[in-house]
Structure formats: C-alpha cells, structure tokens
C-alpha cells in the first residue's frame, strides 16, 4: 500500500472508515483524556514524579482529543496518521482548530516536549477539543 498523505487518500484506504457509531463513544475518549491530564498535573505536582511518565500522560490525553474530534464527525481510524490527517481535513482546514495542536501532538509523541510543555499542550488541547465538540453538538451527547 502507498504513503497515505491526505484526508482523501485515508478515506480510500483501510485506515479510515465512515462510522455512524463512532461518536457513540467521544465521552469515553473525553473522560479518559480528563483522567490522563488529571495523572500528569498529580507527576508534575509529586516532586519524585517521573518527567516521563508526565510526557507519556500528556500524549495520551491528546491522542484521546484527536480521536474524540475525529469521532465525534463519524469516522473510526485503524492508523493513527489518517487520525492526524483526519483532523486536519476536518477540523484545521476549515479553521476550526489551530494547527499548532497537531504539531505539538506529533512531538509529544516523539517525546519531544518538557514536561510542564507537554502538560501545558494537554491542558490547551484538552480545552480546545471541550470547546469545539460543544459547538458542534448541541444536545447533552458531550459532557467533560
């Protein structure tokens, strides 16, 4: 199988796949993404917390964020770069979120980042994600 480098490309593969089920489980992902930023705040608030760990729970509560935006729109990812390209065919294009945001998660996932930079980087996707998927579902589907 070929690089897949587009939205469109993933869609025409078996990475990315239409899912009317999928938004089923975006409070899931929205609890589970609370639960891994609550569990880097508590590292970087113990002074014997391993910086690691902190950077390793940061990651996880942004990749529960892209799945959660790319879920909530209907789709089911089985590769997490159709996941990034994903959200950003469908929410960076249109502007509905920053940019930044990816790339950010791309390093946190190369480990890449400080830890108080990872945790701040959770902490903005976190509150950005909230923002958008209360935007974007009007009933009482999307609670934090």
Do not use: W
Not at 114 to 128: C, H, I, M, R, T
């Amino acid at each position: 199988m070929a690089i897949v480098q587009t939205f469109e490309a993933c869609l025409q593969s078996p990475y990315l796949r239409r899912d009317d089920s999928a938004a089923d489980r975006v409070g899931e992902l929205l609890n589970r993404a609370a639960d891994r930023l609550d569990a880097a705040a508590n590292i970087q608030a113990n002074p014997k917390g391993d910086p690691t760990d902190l950077c390793l729970m940061s990651y996880e509560a942004m990749f529960c964020c892209l799945r959660a935006l790319v879920y909530q729109k209907g789709y089911r990812e089985a590769g997490l770069r159709c996941l990034i390209l994903a959200c950003e065919g469908l929410y960076v294009r249109p502007g509905l979120l920053d940019a930044q945001h990816l790339r950010t998660f791309e390093r946190a996932q190369a480990l890449r980042l400080a830890p108080d930079e990872a945790l701040d980087a959770a902490s903005a996707f976190v509150k950005q994600t909230l923002e958008l998927l209360r935007s974007d579902e009007p009933s009482d589907a999307v609670r934090p």
